[in-house]
């Protein structure tokens, strides 16, 4: 980590190493998620140990396939990006995040894109694929998307803040690319 940037703590429980990152601050919206990486046990004894991708694999760097199965691999890759959030950290090459929203809950967003996105924001951003490397990176201050859940219907969701950058993050890692580009 930078020495000149501050250290911030990991959220505890389930989902230690989730979001892209929450500068401290008050309530929920102080806690940091960052962008899960590095080899992980996933929950109880029938989930999967995935190894997350660091920047220099050329897998993160490739714009990933939509998903066109929605079915129970689909299901088990989705549960285990609750420790990840983005399939390409795991070397799947499919379109599938999670973002965490500010009550919490864990958004699965199959095949999504950004359909709207309004005003700035300028925050610290850091990714475990990218260990040790923190920066400032300009994204937009709301941010709605269009993704399809986990049995293939459509729906739409918004956030503003922290929730707007997350969205950027890990549909960025949909498209090969990672926040060193902004920072």
Known sequence: ADPGLPEYPRR?????SLGALRP???????????????PI???GSNMALRT??????????KVCRPVTRFDQRLWDLLDDLKETLAAPQVGILRRAVIVVDDQDNMLE??????????GEQEGFEGCLSVPGRWGVVK?????????QDRN???????????VARCFCHEIEHLDGRLFTEHA
């Open 12 to 16: 505890t429980g389930h989902g230690s």
């Open 24 to 38: 401290e601050g008050q309530g929920k919206q102080g806690r940091v998620r960052l962008c899960g990486c590095g």
């Open 41 to 43: 046990g996933l929950g």
């Open 52 to 61: 997350i991708l660091e920047d220099r694999d050329p897998a993160l760097h």
């Open 109 to 118: 967003l199959v095949n999504p894109e950004i359909i709207d996105q309004a």
């Open 139 to 147: 994204r937009p201050k709301t941010v709605r998307v269009r993704a």
């Open 152 to 162: 293939g219907m459509l729906f739409e969701a918004e956030g503003a803040d922290m």
